[in-house]
T-cell receptor, first 113, second 112 residues
Framework: GAGVSQSPSNKVTEKGKDVELRCDPI?????LYWYRQSLGQGLEFLIY????????KSGLPSDRFSAERTGGSVSTLTIQRTQQEDSAVYLC???????????FGPGTRLTVL | GDSVTQMEGPVTLSEEAFLTINCTYT??????LFWYVQYPGEGLQLLLK?????DKGSNKGFEATYRKETTSFHLEKGSVQVSDSAVYFC???????????FGTGTRLLVSP
């Protein structure tokens, strides 16, 4: 399919471990977003990439969180030294430009034990 | 701070019933307002939007009117179908799509 894909779909890890979440945006989309949804919470903005511009990292909750986007395409969200409060569904989205509603992927459900 | 409040679910209806899902927001300025829908096993999809006061967004039989005086954007549908069963999210932005502010979602269950 031509939609946004994310992997893995589910990830269970132990507290203190590092995890990497992958997002494959729709081909040609220059804008890429990461959000997360914690239990009982709305979606929370994390980080935004637009083309070759510096990413907007203002939503990252701590310095344990980082993200990169290689070659303007695939993005990886890394969480170091995971904590139980990091358990959530992490959603990636992409759009042709920042002025167009984004297409969301199905998400990665992260569980930190 | 800025926030979106929507009614808690689940909302359980019979097919062909009338649907209302309430949404109110707290934001400065003149935000754009959205409803997103997430069907089981799928990603969030934009359902409808309104970008200025008194605008009505509509799609797939769903409607919502931007009411600035009551800071509301309630979602309505006159006759729901089983296929409408999903989670519905109200959202707004003042700064473009990179910083959408979402509500917690309302699950709709429609029975035949």
């Amino acid at each position: 399919g031509a939609g946004v894909s994310q992997s893995p779909s589910n990830k269970v890890t132990e507290k203190g471990k590092d995890v990497e979440l992958r997002c494959d945006p729709i081909s040609g989309h220059t804008a890429l977003y990461w959000y997360r949804q914690s239990l009982g919470q709305g979606l929370e903005f994390l980080i935004y990439f637009q083309g070759n511009s510096a990413p907007d990292k203002s939503g990252l909750p701590s310095d344990r969180f980082s993200a990169e986007r290689t070659g303007g395409s695939v993005s990886t969200l890394t969480i170091q030294r995971t904590q139980q409060e990091d358990s959530a569904v992490y959603l990636c989205a992409s759009s042709p430009t920042s002025g167009v509603p984004p297409y969301f992927g199905p998400g990665t459900r992260l569980t930190v034990l | 701070g800025d926030s979106v409040t929507q009614m808690e679910g689940p909302v359980t209806l019979s097919e062909e019933a009338f649907l209302t899902i309430n949404c109110t927001y707290t934001a400065t300025g003149y935000p754009s307002l959205f409803w997103y829908v997430q069907y089981p096993g799928e990603g969030l999809q934009l359902l409808l939007k309104a970008t200025k006061a008194d605008d009505k967004g509509s799609n797939k039989g769903f409607e919502a009117t931007y009411r600035k005086e009551t800071t509301s954007f309630h979602l309505e549908k006159g006759s729901v179908q089983v296929s409408d069963s999903a989670v519905y999210f109200c959202a707004y932005t003042n700064t473009g799509f990179q910083k959408l502010v979402f509500g917690t979602g309302t699950r709709l269950l429609v029975s035949p």
